[in-house]
């Protein structure tokens, strides 16, 4: 495990070498500890595949040189902890999407191979990015890796469902995207009604980094 500077009040902690199982369940140990026991003057994380990002208030005034070798050892030890098992989401899946032809097309498969091949897995939630609460999903089966569309869409409905690359994910809110679309859940992934602590953004948000989605086919609907 290493550490550098990202700017003058965070620093990026590498944690493993490659994406799989073993730094999943790494990521899922030192998220548990950075909530539990945050590091002084800490106010955020952000997890990714391999690194943590961490920022700090610039006017705490810390030496963040210096407290980082503890700050390191404790991380490291917290990593080979056991953890809980993930929260499971089960979540129902209408196969309905715009480019689900596409995909099916792209990789010489069926609409209903492409519908089960995406169904069967049980994804882990690498971390939330691109937009608030979007969750980057593995482990996409190879057949079904698609390139992203050649020009994004200004507008993807919430609760869509999309192939980008190696991963799948879900839109939480509307924003512009270039992923293909290939379902939609009417399961809402941002929710006011969730924030029961009026200090914890994070809590409008029904996924998290480190729980795991099974989607669940609710119908396949091709034009």
């Known amino acids: 495990m290493e550490w550098q500077f990202y700017g003058r009040d965070a620093v990026l902690i590498r944690f493993a070498e490659r994406i799989g199982d073993e730094a999943f369940g790494r990521s899922r140990a030192l998220i548990q500890e950075l909530e539990s026991r945050p590091p002084p003057g800490m106010v955020e994380f952000a997890p990714a595949f391999t690194t943590l990002l961490l920022e700090f208030d610039p006017e705490a005034e810390l030496e963040i040189a210096d407290m980082m070798p503890e700050l390191l050892n404790r ?3 917290a990593a080979t902890k056991e953890v809980p098992p993930a929260t499971l989401h089960e979540i ?24 089960r091949l995406h169904s069967d897995p049980e994804y882990k939630v690498y971390f939330l990015g691109f937009a608030p609460g979007f969750p980057y ?13 050649a020009s994004p869409r200004l507008r993807v409905p919430p609760g869509s469902v999309a192939i980008g690359g190696e991963h799948t994910g879900i839109y939480p809110l509307e924003t512009p995207g270039g992923w293909n679309i290939i379902g939609h859940t009417a399961v809402s992934l941002f929710d006011l009604s969730r924030k029961e602590d009026h200090e914890d953004e994070a809590n409008v948000f029904l996924l998290r980094p480190g729980d795991r989605v099974k989607f669940i086919p609710a119908a396949i609907e091709t034009s």
């Open 137 to 149: 999903l593995g482990d996409l089966d190879t057949r079904l890796r698609t390139p992203r569309l």
């Open 75 to 77: 991380l490291q030890q």
């Open 92 to 115: 129902p899946l209408v196969y309905n999407g715009p480019d689900l032809e596409r995909v099916a097309q792209t990789n010489h498969l069926t609409i209903e191979t492409v519908c």
